[in-house]
């Protein structure tokens, strides 16, 4: 009985021993590893046949020309009160009207005059003939009132950039659109101060 005890201790013993062993020394691989199946491989996914029919362009058939995308980059300053647009093709400035004008007047400042030279500057720099000025307002007040506005205060831009650039060859597109196209949410003051704007764009590089 005492020797079937001690034999039955002396096995519970090692098991424990062996289970705790094992329990210590068992740790996760520090080396990098991927799914089954994703490993990297040089060789190719599917067999190509360089003779499949379904690779050639039908006969008669021809690519059609390379288009270059146009890629816009667009920086505004800090404030948000300018906003400086360029893609491959056109430059746009949009000028929130608050830096431009007193409230509800089409008269320019002296500081509003001196960013209107220096888009002039770029105006001139880019070679361009043919300007687009286009004013916007919020929807606050009537529809019709902020058509006017625009139109004045779009038109006030113009006398400007007409005079800093003293060119005949340019010739303008002046525009006011009141609340329509509107680039934020009226539904917000921040909003609606974005969407009183003048926007002054032209073609890159044109002449």
């Given at each position: 009985?005492?020797?079937?005890?001690?034999?039955?201790?002396?096995?519970?013993?090692?098991?424990?021993?062996?289970?705790?062993?094992?329990?210590?020394?068992?740790?996760?691989?520090?080396?990098?590893?991927v799914?089954?199946?994703?490993?990297?491989?040089?060789?190719?996914?599917?067999?190509?046949?360089?003779?499949?029919?379904?690779?050639?362009?039908?006969?008669?058939?021809?690519?059609?020309?390379?288009?270059?995308?146009?890629?816009?980059?667009?920086?505004?300053?800090?404030?948000?009160?300018?906003?400086?647009?360029?893609?491959?093709?056109?430059?746009?400035?949009a000028?929130?009207?608050e830096?431009?004008?007193?409230?509800d007047?089409?008269?320019?400042?002296?500081?509003?005059?001196?960013r209107?030279?220096?888009?002039?500057?770029?105006?001139?720099?880019?070679?361009?003939?043919?300007?687009?000025?286009?004013?916007?307002?919020?929807?606050?007040?009537?529809?019709?009132?902020?058509?006017?506005?625009?139109?004045?205060?779009?038109?006030?831009?113009?006398?400007?950039?007409?005079?800093?650039?003293?060119?005949?060859?340019?010739?303008?597109?002046?525009?006011?659109?009141?609340?329509d196209?509107?680039i934020?949410?009226?539904?917000?003051?921040?909003?609606?101060?974005?969407?009183?704007?003048?926007?002054?764009?032209?073609?890159?590089?044109?002449?």
């Open positions: 009985m005492t020797s079937r005890l001690t034999a039955s201790l002396t096995a519970t013993l090692l098991l424990t021993t062996t289970l705790y062993t094992a329990a210590t020394t068992a740790h996760a691989d520090d080396g990098p590893s799914p089954p199946g994703t490993e990297a491989t040089a060789a190719a996914p599917v067999e190509l046949d360089a003779n499949d029919p379904d690779l050639k362009l039908p006969e008669g058939a021809t690519l059609a020309e390379p288009k270059v995308l146009d890629i816009k980059q667009v920086v505004e300053d800090e404030s948000g009160e300018e906003r400086r647009e360029d893609t491959n093709a056109d430059v746009k400035f000028l929130q009207a830096v431009l004008f007193p409230k007047s089409a008269r320019l400042g002296g500081a509003a005059k001196a209107l030279g220096a888009i002039a500057q770029e105006i001139k720099s880019q070679n361009a003939t043919r300007i687009r000025v286009f004013g916007f307002t919020d929807d606050l007040g009537s529809s019709a009132h902020g058509d006017v506005l625009s139109k004045q205060r779009a038109n006030a831009v113009h006398q400007v950039l007409d005079a800093e650039l003293n060119d005949p060859g340019v010739t303008f597109e002046v525009r006011g659109y009141g609340e196209y509107p934020a949410s009226n539904s917000s003051e921040e909003g609606r101060k974005k969407n009183r704007r003048v926007e002054v764009s032209f073609a890159r590089g044109e002449g």
